[in-house]
């Protein structure tokens, strides 16, 4: 009954025989072996993006940090939402990989970045000359740090905006797949053809041991990415072992597969919570679900062994009925008895 | 009829005379020579604060970021509110001088940061764990950028959530003396008796060329000041010109009477104002006014020679009634005669 | 017949077999789980240090500027060699860790700071007063990056010289392991009983995927470490699988055999430069062989097969018999048999 | 008998009066006033440059890492001399400013870059491919920190060696005038027509408080500067008293008047040197000399009242004939008669 994250399971078994089997003779080092290149082809013809550059590394904040950094300058800002993964969860480290350019916050509508008030936000920088920070980009989150889903209208409304203003947008896809196997649509569909100019292709939430793809699709960024990345301290110099990640990840459908298995547990277990007479706070639409429940629930989930967090801190002792909102995550190896086990306690 | 800011009008002409009066012979530079250390020795005495450091810099955009950067490390936050200067007029130097450090923002009333609202922010900040920016400092403006006033109640009410959580208090003086003689306190009554740690005690807004003393009431701190100062390319070589031109601020209170003639000139202002119906958005407590006047009004104003600035950008086009803010900020040598001419195109 | 690095190789086999064996079930992420304690523990064991910090990142160039970055001040500057890996392959990375705190160069004997200089120049350092950077910390490599290995009382003099000026040492010790097995002593003996403040234990140059552990011998700046590392982004969600490789690494010696078989396939390949009448550049004492061989023997070594790099650049059109430096790395899997059959073709 | 710096003695007397006629009426901040146009205006002018760039900024050091910031990304680095001031004396804020690109040291000859050495620095850092700080800037200064002056053809000969790396070129002017009048140029020839790029044209060790001009000749560099400047806290609100201590500079000849002054004294007090049998370690060819004296004459100079500085630090106990290096250096200021009262004690 774990659902406190999705990157506290296991990876696929098919992650480790890749990596047995990328584990044989000398190969370059630092991104120049043919595995490593014949991954990112793999990926290249997966977003339909001939063009585009692909580079891995080992961490999600990684993957966004580095991504953003090419794409803003110190004097700038990124437009983001106040519960966004780089604002949050990341402990500054996309302002420093961006050499100091900040973040700015921006009203969402159910975590999904509002087009309107973006538009407002961009305009409102703009009228303090060279005072304020000057716009820099955009940035979403897809899945959403609250489990919502932009539809591809959604995505495009807030790049529309993003483009008449000049700025380029990236999208945090730490949770990519989720989001995928949810909307039915392409990669292409979902990024560049919606607008997106830099997405962080997450697979460490989802199957693999620790690895991000980040795919640019104006080549023209691709070089600054890799100087960035080096001087960062991310270029795995054994980057075969990145890639043959990448590779089981995409082999026979497992990262789809895995998505959509974290996603039917997450919505089995939604169902249960409804079925209970809880309501979630936010529509979950792919593998998280934001819920308050009453503390003594809650004391009782736990006691039963149930893993999870709390949005603001411990239980504590307070009245038996107050309710206190808890994220449950589910993973692509959680399996359905443990929700249905868990389940039978609400 | 010049309201558009405090930074626009001469400074006084004994100034220019210490100027001319520190102008010979050689003396050491950076700070070593006699005039340099007399002006910290009565800055130190004027704050009843023997023991503090006191450094002169140009800039009270170096002044603020320098002092937050003795503070806080590159992976903390720092508190404060949402118009904050060092938040909206800043481009970015308080994070680039804190070494990717971040803001984040606490809700005001009437531009006052809020101790309730401080409370729940450092308390929120702490649920992240190593994931999030670890709280690091409390960030005040007095006179805020709205030109209200912190008692010394409200001062003491934020430091002691601040020190509570074991945050040092920089408080951004630009405009100190407009407070100061608002309050009708000492200096040390509106710091460190008020649990300020550091504070930026600025000249320019009120009469000099370029010059903000930050004091360092704990001289531990005072000696990473210099290397950052000098790191920031902020050490002036000829400091002697510095130091002169805060001595003559301090001469026979010349920084009060001026501060005081700024803000009995904003207080005539605003009652005119107010005669004329137009209320102010922001209590009128210092030398500046908000206010919302009808589109109209400003085309008449302005025609008429007024020199002030929107909150939301150019005049345009818009209905003849719509009610647009304007900032009005008067300096020590606006002469009254200039707000009664004024006051009659109201 | 590889002798480009000794990154390039497959890691162990009982690497891949521990990441098997700890993937499975759930365990709590960034480190909280109990194998990364366990291998924590017994690296504390192994360096015969129970308070010492030890904390695991991927790549050593996040290791060595991590720790450096703990150790020194924006305002500061660390000293090493002109051919230390942090100042030629990092990027900038150690700076960009750092805040911008530099390097300083001191001259060498044979790869190795050089302690007569190394105190001159933090004198030399010391005569610029606030103008120029600080004396910071210095930095030494073990083995060398040209070979080259510290006797414990080399490293004992270089360290002296640093602690009489108050400042910490850093160790890179990405070849750790090649230099102990050489020396013969214990990890506590090459470090903290040598005078060593902080060590990156590399494992990735010793058969891992790409781990190293940062061993900090005073655990009170062990915190800071670990804000630096998320900040840094090279704080890992999923620990164990980084764990897991240092654990197989330190099991049954594997660690100390992939060393001594490294050491032992170069100093054969050493044996059999100098009966072909070669002489190396400097001592080999590890598993890097820097030598000069005239243009037509490198044309003939890589005509065969050999794989290994020149220090000036590529071969070239020049005269047959110009002397030309490569550099040979054995790496822990390297089978003599390859040596022998490069060394008939000398 | 002050020969200690250049940054020591008064300002002229026409800077102050200067100050006091440009200190009337409201102007706009920030350099958006009248008076900064013209002397921007009148720079262009006096570099036959229409389209550059101007900028003012308060600090010798502000100017050079604000210069050489718009010149390099953080991946990169500046070749310059191991004296440069960039290096020596500014505490690490040039590469604060560039976002931790580094400094490479290049050999010089008498202090001057030596454009084989800068040929074979950029040639070898080319070599390390992605693992290297990529080459990015070249900077020299003029007047040279040990007094000496490259000729037209010098300038040339290092811009030339830059060029064709791709790489621009910066230079120091914090002397500029000094090394102008002795070669009896144009500001064109020995800036832009010798390849310069970007040059901070010093007035502060040349008769001003504290005002240097960053010339850009390639506007389109332009915009940049000003983010950050802003971003580094050296944008002045009240800009026009920059722009006037600039304008006095110009007034007349002044400039030139000023630093030919200074270069004479030091010229006398070389002769006298010379005349008493004592030889300068470097060619004197502007406001400069560096010499070796024996140390029972410096105990004389000094006990006499001559104020100057050793290059190893204090006078210390040793022999009375052990030579010491000495820096003397003459300011506009300076009366030829002290330079006689001086060497009258040699």
Redesign the interface.
């Known amino acids: 009954m774990?659902f406190?994250?999705d990157?506290?399971?296991?990876?696929h078994?098919s992650v480790?025989r890749a990596?047995?089997a990328a584990?044989?003779?000398?190969?370059?080092?630092?991104g120049n072996d043919a595995l490593t290149h014949d991954v990112q082809a793999r990926i290249r013809a997966l977003f339909d993006a001939p063009d585009a550059v692909v580079h891995f590394v080992?961490?999600?904040?990684?993957a966004n940090?580095?991504a953003l950094a090419t794409l803003v300058?110190?004097?700038?800002?990124v437009f983001c939402t106040a519960m966004a993964h780089i604002q949050?969860?990341?402990?500054?480290?996309p302002?420093?990989?961006m050499?100091?350019?900040?973040?700015r916050?921006v009203d969402d509508v159910q975590a999904k970045l509002d087009p309107a008030a973006l538009r407002a936000a961009i305009?409102?920088q703009g009228?303090?000359g060279?005072?304020?920070?000057?716009p820099g980009a955009v940035q979403i989150t897809q899945l959403t740090e609250k489990g919502t889903l932009y539809t591809l209208d959604e995505i495009k409304a807030v790049t529309d905006v993003a483009h008449v203003a000049g700025l380029p947008v990236h999208m945090d896809g730490a949770r990519f797949t989720n989001a995928l196997v949810a909307l039915g649509c392409s990669p292409a569909e979902m990024t560049w053809k919606a607008g997106i100019d830099v997405v962080s292709f997450g697979g460490?939430k989802n199957g693999l041991?620790?690895v991000e793809a980040v795919v640019i699709f104006d080549p023209a960024r691709g070089q600054?990415f890799?100087?960035?990345r080096?001087?960062?301290?991310?270029?795995?110099?054994?980057h075969r072992?990145l890639a043959a990640q990448f590779g089981a990840f995409l082999d026979d459908d497992l990262w789809l597969d895995m998505a959509r298995s974290a996603n039917a547990t997450t919505a089995h277990l939604a169902a249960g919570f409804a079925a209970a007479g809880h309501a979630p706070a936010y529509p979950v639409e792919g593998n998280i679900i934001f819920i308050a429940l009453p503390r003594a629930l809650h004391r009782k989930l736990m006691a039963a062994g149930a893993?999870y967090s709390l949005?603001?801190?411990p239980l504590g002792d307070g009245p038996d009925d107050e309710l206190l909102e808890a994220r449950f995550v589910c993973d692509w190896s959680l399996p359905i008895a443990q929700v249905d086990a868990f389940l039978a306690h609400l």
Chains 1, 2, 3, 4 share one sequence.
């Open positions: 774990f406190a994250s990157n506290a399971g296991p990876v078994a480790i990596l047995e584990n044989t003779g000398y190969v370059p080092g630092y080992a961490t999600g904040t990684a940090s580095l300058q110190p004097w700038q800002t949050e969860d990341e402990c500054n480290a302002v420093a990989f050499g100091g350019a900040t973040l916050l305009a409102a009228t303090r060279i005072h304020g920070a000057q460490t041991m620790g600054e890799e100087y960035r080096k001087r960062g301290a991310h270029l795995f110099s054994k072992y893993v949005t603001h801190g």
